[in-house]
């Protein structure tokens, strides 16, 4: 199999969670919509203003079962000295009263009913008495004065036509149905439920109905991924699993496109010689329509003002990593600015390495990106190792950042990607890029928005646009598949359904850590915990089998712990922040 990826592997750059989720919500924007019968509007978001159509109530209407009277008639009754009215008639809810109400008379009526002619106030049943006057006709027997509107809604006293019901973005709650319903909105304009395509990756994976085989898994993470879509709103197209092809990957990839307003990759993400999907969100970063966090694709890149030949001073050479488990790559990154020193040299260069330890060949396959300027074969003589929270390995550098060719570097030599040794290329060579058969991939409406993100587990987690639509590629492991998508894809698919972007962001709330978490990490974490509620006060019990290729605790989680970045865990009866989970 062609390995997919060389040197550039490595030259992603983690944005803060926060940074990547604003980078997501901004990208999802409410687009399609669609007309559903009102029954059916109940959950979700409205694509248009909806005013009233007439005023409402659009007649006087009684509050209650009882008599609408002339208030004037009443003015003196008293449980001791009733007023006795000669009733005409009754009048039920959808009925009009046929004759006016005089003085000296009354209409029975009924709740919701339209107050006759001539009547201001609705005496309630319960202050009444039924009486005959002395030619037998019915009367009624008023036992309190009435004030003038008592018991009456008055035509446009809750709305008057043309008065907002909603504004787009509003979520549709049954509440909004009754009032929906009043107006005879019978259908109702709606931003349409988001087609979210599902394409797992890798060689590895099988049907979920097949035999295991040796070296092989079952397809978990695309049930999972399309359950949470449909639990989001989303309608999930399940396209199946692809092996570490990068021509077959390119084709599901364009025929998801078409099909579907967002797609979610699972798999391939990462730094392996064949994760399809590192390569593709690669070739996306190459197109240079990198968006405003993601990183371009060169590692170590020399920027300088007034540099003439081989100048450059006061460069620092900083490498930013951390401990490479769960099959996410280290945070290297390596950066040269400078300007004006002697031919062939870089004073008071720095080789830093920052929260994490770096093994022998952390660097081997690192590049070297000259701007501008001409690098001699001296250019690092002067540089000095400093190491902060970690050690490098005795061949950190072999081979890495200075790889120069035929012994030095002319002006802009290197300009678009990589410095690779010619003349001993090896396992430095970058592989060539992907065949375009995806001609969207470097479409002006296709951009990267991140490749890695500054968390644990899932910092491969990677996101583009391309030709105007989501792409996200998920890690293949299930529980970093699992806070990918909680952080990321649940929020698109929120703002695509119409959702504002404060309601698209993940519920955040508060809890006391029931537990030590003693774990740290150079990244922020996300812990899979329980939450329980004690003499009124939230706790966050921490699962068990939390690690990014473990999926036991999944099922049981209520929220994700948020824990800072740093050498300690959280100890027990902390506050933390918490992401509660749908």
Known sequence: ???????????????????????????????????????????????????????????????????????????????????????????????????????????????????????????????????????????????????????????????????????????????????????????????????????????????????????????????????MVEQSGGEPLLLGRLADDPSAVEAALASALEQADLVVTTGGVSVGDFDVMAAIIRRIRKSGHAGEGAVSDTVLSLEGSSMSEGEMSDSALSLEGSSMGEGETSDSALSLEGSSTGEGEMSDSALSIEGGRAGEDVLRDSALSIEGGRAGEDVLRDSASSLENGHVGEAVVHASASSLENGHAGEAAISDSASRSQTGAGSNAEPPLLPGSMAALSGQATRLLFDKVAMRPGSPTSAAVIDGKLLFALSGNPGACFVGFELFVRPAILRLLGASLEAAIPRRVTARLASDFEKGSPHERFVRTRLLSRNGELLADPLAFNKSSMMASIPEADGLIRIPAGQAGAPSGSIVDIIVLH
């Open 1 to 227: 199999m062609q390995q997919l990826q060389g040197a550039s592997r490595f030259n992603r750059r983690a944005i803060k969670v926060d940074a990547a989720l604003n980078l997501v919500l901004e990208a999802a924007v409410p687009g399609r919509r669609e007309t559903v019968p009102l029954w059916q509007a109940g959950g979700r978001w409205l694509a248009e203003s909806l005013t009233a159509t007439t005023d409402w109530p659009p007649f006087p209407r009684s509050g209650l079962d009882g008599y609408a009277v002339r208030s004037a008639d009443t003015a003196l009754a008293s449980p001791g000295n009733p007023a006795t009215l000669r009733v005409l008639g009754a009048v039920a809810a959808g009925e009009l009263a046929l004759a006016i109400v005089e003085q000296g008379t009354a209409v029975r009526i009924m709740t919701g009913g339209a107050v006759p002619e001539g009547a201001d106030a609705v005496v309630m049943l319960e202050q009444t008495a039924e009486d005959l006057l002395a030619g037998g006709e019915p009367a009624v027997r008023v036992k309190c004065a009435a004030a003038a509107g008592q018991n009456i809604a008055q035509p446009g006293e809750e709305f008057r036509r043309g008065s907002a019901l909603a504004e787009p973005g509003t979520r549709i709650r049954p509440g909004h149905m009754a009032l929906l319903g009043t107006f005879g909105y019978a259908d109702v304009p709606v931003y349409a439920r988001p087609r979210v395509a599902i394409v797992a990756t890798g060689n590895e994976l099988l049907p979920v109905e097949a035999p295991l085989q040796p070296g092989c898994i079952r397809d978990s993470n695309s049930s999972m991924i399309a359950a």
